[in-house]
């Protein structure tokens, strides 16, 4: 197969309202500085690949049509990718899958939502004749896979704080941050508001516009580069139904087939051992136990002991999301396109004060609908 | 971009529906999947990949396409994914997969719901939210715009346009069609294609994959997106299209296109930008099924090709206001050298 690498990232500052900003502009924050991040000009971007979650959260169908010059994919070939909250994920994929198809030398990968152009709340409650509502509102729904998760394997009711301590103190080191809470602490996180039992106010991702790009070159062009690149050594993306007979909303299957692909895709078998840092979806602080059990890094019911004993903080064995997290910034079409960033300038070295030292193999994860929809990637120091 | 020798893929099933039962898809698509997959000889099983495209603004929903996954039967899970597009370009991204060796077969398909609201208001949000769809200008009146611009130009005229409807229904001529009033001046009601209800799936196979199976061969597939701004582009050329083509291999040899053409004057249009002689064949669609319409024109050419009426057959597709992205897919009855 092709080798594939990410030459270069760029994001935007991630806030509730980017009102200095249209769409245009904001994707434009993103992709500028990932094309300088890249050392690549306009002329040597070949395609364009666009993801963002539904259209109904800006009020504009298909909003990459009028953004098509904004990309600068005016004359070029445009796919507009939609998987739902793993879509940023799926877009960074489908780049990559275009240059190891031999269709592109460079790829340009980008996604963003503006979520204050429109009210999501209003895009997720419409209720059309003949069709199942989608719960409004993403507490209500995890909120019982949580408990669930909890009764299972008698979680201590802390391990959710720890995990929002963790990320937004993360967060703070990061510029582009939505949330930057050096303060937190576990006390004032079991103090805020509890919103969906038991997900506190401060364990809940916030609304943010933001967007996020990513240069991917096949190998020629990332041996032309004159920085480190992070090659990607394996992508996998699963799905299954929103609910069955025997539907595991805890550990869902298509996540665990999706990892399980992933690592022997990467050639990896011991994932805890030989990754070096994760950036996990964690849109609720309590999923980063359950995606680390999900995703095969330790056994089921093991996943809240990692948490407690520290290990995935900075400095631990396996640091998760160093970035502050979708706990940070939830510009949701592109909250998986910012993981998949992420573990990239990990391995490039260009991750500034959240900076998991030595890292040399990162994972980046998604996911969407009713954890159905998975996407991940594993980018490395070497191919 | 090419298949080479080494890499090719090609079309061996092809169904669809010009129904759509409800918003989600799902009672349309199970026997589509399975007509599809039975022309293919393949089991849901033996599928390595599914692509799809649909829109939440036509199905007026957010998530649209999440409830569609349930036709499948994902369980145990599958490779899957889905763009906000016209299911052609759907094909396109599992025909990557294909050519990247990540899978060996797939099924895209593409579904929509057109008669559950009024497309041509809907169609308008597709404009620059900032400056033209607070205007709400109908896709109708959009259009008749670039009608207006060709018939200035002296590329066709009013007759030319209803020479294509008549080619399109049968018993209809040319001389009833231009007595009738006009929906948007320049254009009649036979100039805007009917926004009909559909859905369409076809499966693709590596040429390993292929064993026996009639087959049409992808020998290019190219697309391309202009910038939408009405004055940023001669709205009477179809550039994005012209560069399809070439990225699809050019058009040479073609016998029969099944051109996506929303409106009489796009046909027109499409067939200058792409080159084609007038001895070329017109697949005829009576409706714009849309979301599946482009994937459709993929399966009808490749259905000419299997069907031994045409050696070399070209598909097209079209997205936003004024043929704005173009896609343009190459089949032929042998593989390519």
Do not use: N, V, W
């Given at each position: 197969m092709r080798r594939a690498a990410v030459l270069g990232t760029g994001q935007t500052h991630h806030r509730t309202r980017r009102t200095d900003v249209s769409m245009a502009g904001l994707c434009r924050e993103a992709i500028d500085r990932a094309l300088a991040d890249a050392g690549v000009g306009w002329e040597q971007i070949d395609a364009v690949v666009l993801g963002k979650a539904p259209d109904l959260f800006e009020g504009v169908m298909m909003p990459e049509l009028f953004l098509a010059s904004a990309l600068g994919a005016a004359g070029k070939p445009l796919l507009r990718v939609h998987t739902a909250g793993s879509v940023g994920g799926a877009t960074a994929i489908v780049a990559t899958s275009l240059v190891r198809a031999g269709a592109h030398r460079r790829v340009l990968a980008v996604a963003f939502e503006k979520q204050s152009e429109s009210n999501a709340m209003w895009a997720l409650s419409i209720q059309p004749p003949f069709s199942a509502p989608i719960t409004a509102g993403a507490g209500g729904y995890f909120a019982p896979h949580i408990r669930s998760y909890i009764r299972r394997f008698g979680v201590p009711g802390h391990i959710g704080a720890l995990v929002a301590v963790k990320d937004r103190r993360n967060g703070a080191l990061n510029?582009?941050?939505?949330l930057r809470q050096p303060e937190i602490t576990r006390e004032s996180v079991q103090a805020s508001t509890m919103l969906w039992d038991p997900i506190r106010y401060d364990e809940t991702c916030p609304s943010s516009d933001g967007a996020c790009a990513v240069v991917i070159g096949d190998q020629q062009a990332a041996e032309a580069s004159e920085r480190q690149v992070a090659w990607i050594r394996a992508t996998s993306m699963r799905t299954e139904p929103t609910f069955y007979a025997g539907k595991d909303h805890v550990n869902p299957r298509a996540g665990a087939t999706a990892a399980a692909a992933l690592w022997a895709a990467a050639g990896i078998k011991d994932p805890l051992d030989e990754v070096d840092v994760a950036e996990l979806y964690v849109p609720f602080s309590w999923f980063e136990p359950m995606w680390l059990e999900n995703v095969g890094f330790v056994g089921q019911g093991q996943g809240w002991k990692l948490v407690e004993s520290g290990e995935t903080a900075l400095g631990g064995a396996l640091p998760v999301n160093p970035s502050g997290g979708v706990l940070c910034s939830n510009p949701i079409g592109a909250s998986g396109l910012l993981r998949f960033a992420e573990a990239a300038m990990q391995v490039m070295g260009?991750?500034?004060?959240h900076q998991v030292a030595g890292a040399s193999t990162a994972l980046g994860h998604a996911y969407g609908g009713g954890s159905q929809f998975f996407s991940m990637w594993v980018v490395g120091r070497n191919p | 971009m090419n298949g080479t020798a080494e890499s090719r893929v090609a079309v061996i099933g092809f169904a669809a529906a010009d129904v759509s039962v409800t918003t989600s898809g799902v009672e349309t698509l199970a026997p589509v999947f399975e007509a599809a997959l039975g022309q293919a000889g393949l089991e849901r099983r033996e599928i390595d990949f599914w692509c799809s495209g649909s829109s939440d603004y036509l199905a007026g929903r957010a998530f649209s396409f999440v409830n569609a996954v349930d036709a499948i039967g994902a369980v145990p899970p599958i490779a899957e994914s889905h763009v906000e597009m016209d299911a052609a370009w759907a094909l396109y991204e599992a025909y990557i997969k294909i050519l990247a060796g990540e899978a060996s077969t797939a099924l895209v398909y593409g579904f929509g719901k057109g008669t559950a609201g009024d497309p041509a208001r809907v169609l308008a949000l597709q404009l620059d939210p900032y400056t033209v769809a607070p205007l709400w200008p109908d896709s109708i009146s959009v259009a008749a715009l670039q009608a207006r611009l060709g018939i200035d130009a002296g590329l066709f005229s009013e007759r030319d346009l209803a020479a294509v409807a008549a080619g399109r229904e049968e018993a209809s001529c040319v001389e009833t069609l231009l007595d009738r009033p006009y929906l948007r001046m320049p254009l009649r009601e036979h100039d805007v294609a009917r926004v009909a209800d559909g859905a369409s799936a076809v499966v693709l196979a590596a040429a390993d994959r292929v064993g026996g199976r009639r087959a049409a061969w992808i020998s290019g597939i190219g697309h391309r997106v202009d910038p939408q701004?009405?004055?940023?582009?001669?709205?009477?050329?179809v550039p994005s299209a012209s560069a399809a083509a070439v990225d699809a291999g050019g058009l040479d040899g073609v016998q029969v296109a099944a051109l996506h053409a929303p409106f009489t004057h796009q046909e027109l249009l499409l067939r200058r930008a792409l080159g084609l002689p007038d001895a070329v064949r017109t697949v005829a669609f009576g409706a714009d099924a849309m979301f599946s319409a482009g994937l459709s024109r993929i399966g009808a050419a490749a259905g000419e090709v299997m069907a031994g009426r045409a050696s070399v057959a070209a598909a097209h597709a079209t997205a936003g206001p004024l043929l704005q992205q173009n896609l343009v897919c190459v089949l032929t009855a042998e593989v390519a050298a």
């Open positions: 510029p582009y941050a939505h260009r991750a500034g004060e | 701004g009405f004055g940023e582009r001669d709205l009477t050329a």
